[in-house]
């Protein structure tokens, strides 16, 4: 059983460009979190998926946004990139109706220069 | 809005040693609580968790956490540490009663020393 994937594993982007990055949930999972965790902190939440929608949204801008597939796979688009965006992105899945355990990916190293 | 705070951000410990690392939330309603740990090179795994009923729980490896509601306070919990322990240790709440965004601490490294 695959756990949760995630794509690319790094990426380098330049200042102004926009990113996307991709995770695959659990299998038997149907909800897709999105969070950033920057160097020495903590993950900080973006925003979760759930039946296609946007259900809950931390504090990030609007240049962050996201899409969830009928598979429940999910995107997260970050929009004309900033130093600051260097970080981990990590995708977490679970179930809705379920404990709230959330399983993570490996994240996505994102470097912008 | 949830917060949560874990004071210790690097600890040093001998193998054999006890463990103990705190966390409080701030939240005025009923929480679910967890421990996650992530090891040199893996990713975020989950330690523990707190939903309702005994306050003490036990988790995988050894660990386990009390929830003080009065102090607002799940510390995690080891009687005797070992070297392959050495990971970062993340504190985590959301509130019941409805799906919302978890709130992560900040982190705790600890480093066992063989």
């Known amino acids: 059983d695959a756990g949760v994937t995630q794509s690319p594993t790094h990426l380098i982007k330049t200042r102004g460009q926009q990113v996307t990055l991709r995770c695959s949930p659990k299998s038997g999972h149907d909800t897709v979190s999105w969070y950033q965790q920057a160097l020495g902190q903590g993950p900080q939440f973006i925003f979760q998926y759930y039946e296609e929608e946007e259900r809950q949204r931390g504090n990030f801008p609007d240049r962050f946004s996201g899409h969830q597939f009928p598979n429940y796979s999910s995107e997260l688009n970050v929009n004309a990139l900033l130093l600051g965006d260097s970080a981990l992105y990590l995708c977490?899945?679970?179930?809705?109706?379920?404990?709230?355990?959330?399983?993570f990916g490996p994240g996505t190293r994102l470097t912008v220069t | 809005a949830q917060s949560v705070s874990q004071h210790n951000h690097h600890v040093i410990l001998s193998e054999a040693a006890s463990l103990e690392l705190g966390c409080n939330y701030s939240?005025?309603?009923?929480?679910?609580l967890f421990w996650y740990v992530q090891y040199p090179g893996q990713h975020l795994q989950l330690l523990l968790k707190y939903f309702s009923g005994d306050p003490l729980v036990k988790g995988i490896k050894g660990f386990e956490a009390e929830f003080i509601k009065s102090k607002f306070s799940f510390n995690l919990r080891k009687p005797s540490v070992q070297w392959s322990d050495t990971a970062e240790y993340f504190c985590a709440v959301n509130p019941s009663g409805g799906y919302q965004k978890v709130t992560f601490g900040t982190g705790t490294k600890l480093q066992v020393i063989p």
């Open positions: 977490a899945s679970s179930q809705y109706r379920g404990s709230y355990e959330q399983y």
């Open positions: 939240y005025g309603g009923t929480v679910n």
